[in-house]
């Protein structure tokens, strides 16, 4: 299959046998037949191909094919930048608060950051536009039974999973404080970007 798409490019044919061939016809239609070791033996050295050449053009196409095969399976960086497929970002005022990249308790990464959202536009929603600037100092980090969750006033924003501290090397009150600064950097951006 390979040297059948290499051949369709033209890279890899019989066209230099196929010169050498026309060229001994040629020569013994207009001299007749030669002997054996004259000239025929010298025409054919002359528009033979380099057996080298066919060589490395397939070597170069392997080596193309290979490096293609190597950046696309490449893994993602080990840092906590990578967002593969299956993650999700909670962003807000231009600021990343959130980035979920396992499920929890069945939910996706995406459902997560759909109900964060909801739960963003709720908060702002029912609070009067005057009074949304005081809702940065209502962000804060709690507990509901053993889980540690984040909260604007009494509203439940996200509670903080066991898979992502262990993927950010933090503890879970460690992550939920890193994103609760988030939040806040993100929520004001948010309110400065679109005051009345």
């Given at each position: 299959?390979?040297?059948?798409?290499?051949?369709?490019?033209?890279?890899?044919?019989?066209?230099?046998?196929?010169?050498?061939?026309?060229?001994?016809?040629?020569?013994?239609?207009?001299?007749?037949?030669?002997?054996?070791?004259?000239?025929?033996?010298?025409?054919?050295?002359?528009?033979?191909?380099?057996?080298?050449?066919?060589?490395?053009?397939?070597l170069f196409m392997l080596f193309?094919?290979?490096?293609?095969?190597?950046?696309?399976?490449?893994?993602?960086?080990?840092?906590?930048?990578?967002?593969?497929?299956?993650?999700?970002?909670?962003?807000?005022?231009?600021?990343?608060?959130?980035?979920?990249?396992?499920?929890?308790?069945?939910?996706?990464?995406?459902?997560?950051?759909?109900?964060?959202?909801?739960?963003?536009?709720?908060?702002?929603?029912?609070t009067a536009p005057e009074k949304?600037?005081?809702?940065?100092?209502?962000?804060?980090?709690?507990?509901?039974?053993?889980?540690?969750?984040?909260?604007?006033?009494?509203?439940?924003?996200?509670?903080?999973?066991?898979?992502?501290?262990?993927?950010?090397?933090?503890?879970?009150?460690?992550?939920?404080?890193?994103?609760?600064?988030?939040?806040?950097?993100?929520?004001?951006?948010?309110?400065?970007?679109?005051?009345?």
């Open positions: 299959m390979f040297l059948g798409a290499i051949g369709s490019w033209g890279l890899y044919d019989d066209s230099c046998e196929n010169r050498v061939h026309h060229a001994r016809d040629e020569m013994n239609q207009e001299h007749g037949k030669i002997a054996q070791g004259g000239r025929r033996e010298g025409m054919e050295k002359r528009t033979m191909c380099k057996p080298w050449t066919k060589t490395t053009m397939m193309v094919i290979l490096c293609h095969t190597i950046t696309a399976t490449e893994a993602p960086p080990a840092s906590g930048d990578a967002v593969s497929a299956h993650s999700a970002i909670v962003e807000l005022g231009g600021v990343t608060v959130f980035r979920f990249v396992e499920p929890y308790k069945g939910i996706s990464p995406h459902e997560r950051a759909s109900i964060i959202y909801r739960r963003l536009w709720h908060v702002l929603d029912t949304r600037i005081d809702l940065i100092d209502q962000i804060r980090v709690g507990n509901i039974k053993n889980d540690v969750c984040i909260f604007i006033g009494d509203h439940l924003i996200v509670t903080i999973d066991d898979i992502h501290p262990r993927l950010n090397h933090a503890s879970p009150q460690e992550l939920a404080n890193i994103w609760a600064d988030n939040l806040r950097r993100g929520l004001a951006n948010y309110l400065r970007i679109n005051a009345p």
